[in-house]
């Protein structure tokens, strides 16, 4: 593994990379002695990360894969947007099936060390279409958080840190790099790790891990808060990329709209959409394209990352 390392943040590119290595966090401003409510995040900012995303697959052969041109531009175009917003951001290296894979870290300045909040999501698609949902939409969703994070001037208790995973559709492949290469000290110090792959499903379903209880509580409090019945996810169990951190005893959460599975009678009677009809019909195929969205599946969810990234920090 190696990393690379830029952001305006950082007064010398050792700090940063101790930092990164160790699981500890710079200086930063003093939080703040009031809780803080997180804003809303605009649909139309996360939409518009689909879109890049979309053009990257379609100029490098309809995909953003790893190992591929489109994975890297991709990679590329989240970073720029890290580092123009005032994040320390490292690229892990690493090499899977005899090809290069990147891991993409953004550290927001301040926070305790000790209390690191993650937020990540598999930035990789497959090789037969662009990934837009799977997972394009978790890793704009998060990106967009973050910008909101530097918007607000957000001033945490805990270390915020947000992660791009290289190689997930090969077999989580990235995060598990990233978690193996942490000492166990360092691994303490995640109190917790939030996962969002798959969060615009075009059938959605309103997932919600039920690994942490702490966790799980902040997502479905904030969904009962829109009136919106939650169920536990069971479909992607062990399958994306939290599976490395709760295997090292980080407690992990997240959120998912559904992939191949169907959805039921019950199921559309709470949220509605199809019956008898996948979560996402275009589930790793070439038709994972932006028009493979539920905008509102996409705000809901956009918004409950930012709710569960204020309230877990503070």
């Known amino acids: 593994m190696n990393f690379s390392v830029s952001g305006r943040a950082m007064a010398a590119i050792g700090v940063s990379a101790v930092m990164l290595l160790t699981g500890g966090s710079i200086a930063g401003a003093a939080p703040s002695s009031a809780a803080a409510a997180a804003p809303d995040i605009s649909v139309a900012n996360v939409r518009a990360h689909l879109a890049q995303l979309q053009s990257i697959a379609t100029a490098n052969g309809g995909n953003r894969a790893h190992g591929s041109a489109g994975y890297k531009a991709s990679l590329d175009y989240v970073r720029a947007k890290l580092d123009a917003a005032g994040f320390t951001t490292a690229v892990q290296q690493f090499t899977s099936s005899g090809r290069t894979g990147y891991n993409l870290i953004a550290d927001w300045p301040g926070g305790n060390a000790d209390q690191v909040v993650m937020a990540g999501s598999h930035l990789d698609s497959v090789s037969r279409g662009p990934g837009i949902n799977d997972n394009g939409s978790g890793s704009a969703a998060v990106l967009e958080t973050a910008l909101a994070v530097s918007r607000a001037g957000y001033h945490p208790a805990k270390h ?9 559709e090969l077999g989580l492949v990235g995060s598990s790099r990233y978690v193996d290469g942490l000492s166990a000290a360092n691994r303490s110090k995640i109190s917790g790790y939030l996962n969002f792959d798959m969060i615009g499903s075009p059938n959605p379903g309103y997932f919600v891990y039920d690994d942490d209880p702490a966790i799980e509580k902040t997502f479905k409090d904030y969904f009962t808060g829109l009136g919106i019945a939650t169920e536990p996810e069971t479909e992607g169990d062990g399958r ?7 295997d090292a005893g980080v407690p992990v959460g997240g959120l998912f709209s559904g992939a191949d599975y169907v959805k039921t009678a019950a199921q559309a009677a709470n949220w509605g959409g199809t019956s008898g009809k996948a979560f996402d019909a275009c589930y790793h195929r070439s038709c994972d394209t932006t028009t493979n969205i539920d905008d509102t599946a996409l705000d809901r969810n956009s918004d409950a990352i930012a709710h569960a990234v204020w309230k877990l920090s503070q």
């Open 160 to 168: 915020l840190r947000f992660a791009w995973w290289g190689a997930e």
């Open 240 to 246: 994306s990329d939290h599976a490395p951190f709760k």
